[in-house]
């Protein structure tokens, strides 16, 4: 069973941090691809982050480089998304998503991913 649950998000100013966790109520993910995704008003869903549980290997869109870090506790069963110097351009919903074929790489399209969270609304004032 996977069901992922997002908890974080919520109205921060620029500059601020914020925390996303997706959480899968289901069973311990020990082989997935897991990916961060980011859908602002009248805009495509967006990719922002993953890892691979596999290889723990990070990616990072260009524009979230050197400010987010996605990162996963295993005994949680959770990863999360620690976003920094928050800008107005990150506002959107964010999305977790699971793609549990992937051992050794990280999914940038959204149509790689059969897994979704409910989505958390990220705003960030100037």
């Known amino acids: 069973q996977v069901q992922l649950v997002q908890s974080g998000g919520g109205l921060v100013q620029a500059g601020a941090s914020l925390r996303l966790s997706c959480q899968n109520s289901g069973r311990i993910l020990t082989n997935a691809a897991m990916g961060w995704f980011r859908q602002a008003p009248g805009k495509g869903r967006e990719f922002v982050a993953g890892i691979n549980y596999v290889t723990d290997v990070a990616e990072y869109t260009d524009s979230v480089k050197g400010r987010f870090s996605v990162f996963r506790d295993a005994g949680e069963n959770t990863m999360y998304l620690q976003m920094n110097s928050l800008k107005p351009e990150d506002t959107a919903v964010y999305y977790c998503?699971?793609?549990?074929?992937?051992?050794?790489?990280?999914?940038?399209?959204?149509?790689?991913?059969?897994?979704w969270g409910q989505g958390t609304q990220v705003t960030v004032s100037s």
């Open positions: 998503a699971a793609n549990l074929a992937r051992h050794s790489s990280v999914g940038r399209r959204d149509y790689d991913y059969e897994y």
